[in-house]
C-alpha cells in the first residue's frame, strides 16, 4: 500500500513550516482510511487542501458565517446555524447537515461541538470524508483535476495556485506533470466510449460513469 512520507508532505507544504507539525501523525493515516492510496489520488488531494487551507493556516472560515443562515440547502434550519455551522476544518465543512454527516462518518458529535474538525486529530479527516462524499477519488483516478477543482469550488476559483501544488505534488510523488489544456478533451473521449453526451463537462451522469468505472476496475 502506497503510503507519503514526512518528507514528502512537508516538500507539498513548501510554506507551512512548523505549522505542519501537529498535522503530520494524522494525515497518512487519514488517507490510508480513506483510501486515497495510490500517488494519483494523494498529489490531488493535498493540492486541494493546500489550497483550501492555505496549507493549514486556516481551519476556520475567516467570514461570520452570518450569511448562511436560514440555508436550508445547508439544513441551516435553528436560528443562529449560519455562525454556529460555518465552514470548518481544512477544507471548510459547511452548514449544519454537513457537518452532521462529516460528524456520523467520523464518529464524532460535529452538532454539539463544530470545532473539533479544526483541530489535527480530525481536521483532514474532515477533508477526507468531504472528498470522498463527491466521489473525487475515481476522478483524480483518470488526471481530471480542474473538474475536481470545480466540484470542491464551485467554479474554477485559484485554479492557477491548484494546479500549481498539483504538479509539485506530482513530481514529489514521481509522476509525469499534467497540463489542464487536454482535460476537455480526455473528458470527451470518456464520454463518447460510453455513449453519453460528449460535451466534455462532468455532470451528474458523466460522474457517476467515472465512478462506476472505477469499481468495475476494482472488482476486476
Not at 449544519?96 to 470545532?115: F, Q, S, V, Y
Not at 462524499?133 to 476559483?157: C, E, H, M, Q
Request: hydrophobic share 40%.
Amino acid at each position: 500500500m502506497f503510503t507519503v512520507s514526512t518528507e514528502q508532505l512537508r516538500l507539498m507544504f513548501p510554506n507551512a513550516g512548523a505549522r505542519l507539525d501537529a498535522h503530520l501523525p494524522f494525515i497518512p493515516l487519514a488517507l490510508e482510511r480513506g483510501q486515497i492510496d495510490t500517488p494519483e489520488r494523494v498529489a490531488a488531494f493535498l493540492a486541494q487542501l493546500a489550497h483550501e487551507s492555505g496549507e493549514y493556516r486556516y481551519m476556520e472560515e475567516l467570514a461570520s458565517g452570518e450569511d448562511y443562515e436560514g440555508r436550508a440547502d445547508l439544513g441551516n434550519t435553528q436560528p443562529g446555524d449560519g455562525v454556529r455551522f460555518k465552514g470548518h476544518g481544512p477544507i471548510q465543512i459547511t452548514g449544519r447537515a454537513n457537518h452532521k454527516a462529516c460528524g456520523d462518518a467520523l464518529g464524532l458529535d460535529l452538532i454539539e461541538a463544530p470545532t473539533l474538525i479544526c483541530t489535527p486529530g480530525y481536521g483532514t479527516a474532515s477533508a477526507v470524508w468531504f472528498w470522498n462524499s463527491r466521489g473525487l477519488s475515481p476522478l483524480a483516478d483518470l488526471g481530471w483535476f480542474t473538474t475536481i477543482s470545480k466540484v470542491i469550488n464551485g467554479g474554477t476559483n485559484g485554479l492557477f495556485d491548484r494546479w500549481q501544488y498539483y504538479n509539485r505534488n506530482r513530481e514529489v510523488l514521481g509522476l509525469p506533470p499534467l497540463y489542464p489544456i487536454g482535460e476537455v478533451d480526455k473528458i470527451r473521449a470518456f464520454q463518447q466510449e460510453r455513449g453519453l453526451v460528449d460535451d466534455g463537462i462532468v455532470g451528474p451522469i458523466t460522474h457517476a460513469a467515472v465512478v462506476n468505472a472505477a469499481s468495475d476496475r476494482m472488482a476486476a
